[in-house]
DNA sequence: GGGTGATCATAC
DNA sequence: GTATGATCACCC
């Protein structure tokens, strides 16, 4: 079994993942020695932690980019046979409280968006999850009209948020960018802020990506 | 059928 | 609880 080494720079990171286009999950599993669930019902993230390590991410729990030294993010994304998107797209938690004074600029979706290394992956539950193969990888920067629209949604969302109505936020907020429930269940919860000001208690939020918008992505290389 | 709200595993 | 990785599954 090889060594997983984090990649060096940009281009030997786009060379691994482009080795892995149509590769099957199974095939990657087998190399690490690691078992293959027959669905994702109780490994959601597994897809993407194998691929993470097959790339040589950084493993841990940090909320930063995976690939901190080369400014990448890493996402595999769930396609149909269409090359669609499956699923939305989770970015990061929302913040709920001490966010005066935080801008588009200096929020963690800004910087976790600012570069992401997309992994395509099938996605469709008829697939048994070993079949499944690995697309053609995208390196994606948001252009001027994607940051546009990112930083409208991020804006509204977190302007309603100091509000204190994150109670009256659902996911038909924002155009590209949505906030939804983000917790290990429903009864989940953390500190945000009320109406008065003061800080109450409610289910921890996420910020995620509309499937249209990452449609969109993926389809400037389809094309 | 698609999207929203809910949920699962794991590390710390 | 918070953060990582996301998909599930029910309701419209």
């Known amino acids: 079994?090889?060594?997983?080494?984090?990649?060096?720079?940009?281009?030997?990171?786009?060379?691994?993942?482009?080795?892995?286009?149509?590769?099957?999950?199974?095939q990657i599993a087998a190399q690490r020695g690691i078992p293959v669930p027959k669905d994702l019902k109780r490994d959601k993230g597994w897809v993407g932690q194998l691929v993470e390590m097959e790339l040589g991410a950084t493993?841990?729990?940090?909320?930063?980019?995976?690939?901190?030294?080369?400014?990448v993010e890493l996402k595999t994304i769930?396609?149909?046979?269409?090359?669609?998107?499956?699923?939305?797209?989770?970015?990061?938690?929302?913040?709920l409280i001490n966010i005066e004074g935080l801008t588009w600029q200096s929020s963690l979706v800004c910087h976790k968006l600012q570069r992401v290394l997309w992994v395509p992956v099938e996605g469709e539950r008829?697939?048994?999850?070993?079949?499944?193969?690995?697309?053609?990888p995208i390196l994606w920067e948001p252009d001027p009209q994607e940051l546009y629209l990112l930083q409208q949604d991020w804006e509204e969302i977190m302007e309603l948020i100091a509000l204190g109505q994150v109670e009256k936020l659902t996911a038909r907020h924002g155009e590209v960018l949505q906030?939804?429930?983000?917790?290990?269940?429903?009864?989940?919860?953390?500190?945000?802020?009320?109406?008065?000001?003061?800080?109450?208690?409610?289910?921890?939020?996420?910020?995620?990506?509309k499937t249209a918008f990452t449609a969109m992505i993926l389809n400037k290389v389809f094309g």
Request: glycine content about 8%; proline content about 10%; hydrophobic content about 35%.
């Open 179 to 209: 906030l939804r429930p983000k917790a290990a269940n429903s009864k989940a919860q953390t500190q945000s802020i009320a109406e008065d000001g003061s800080l109450k208690m409610t289910n921890p939020r996420g910020f995620y990506l």
């Open 78 to 95: 769930p396609i149909d046979a269409q090359g669609k998107p499956l699923e939305t797209t989770y970015v990061c938690v929302a913040p």
């Open 1 to 26: 079994m090889k060594p997983i080494i984090p990649p060096q720079n940009l281009t030997e990171l786009l060379e691994r993942a482009h080795m892995l286009a149509g590769i099957s999950l199974a």
């Open 59 to 71: 493993a841990g729990s940090k909320p930063e980019q995976d690939f901190l030294h080369l400014g």
């Open 126 to 136: 008829q697939i048994p999850v070993g079949e499944r193969r690995i697309g053609t």
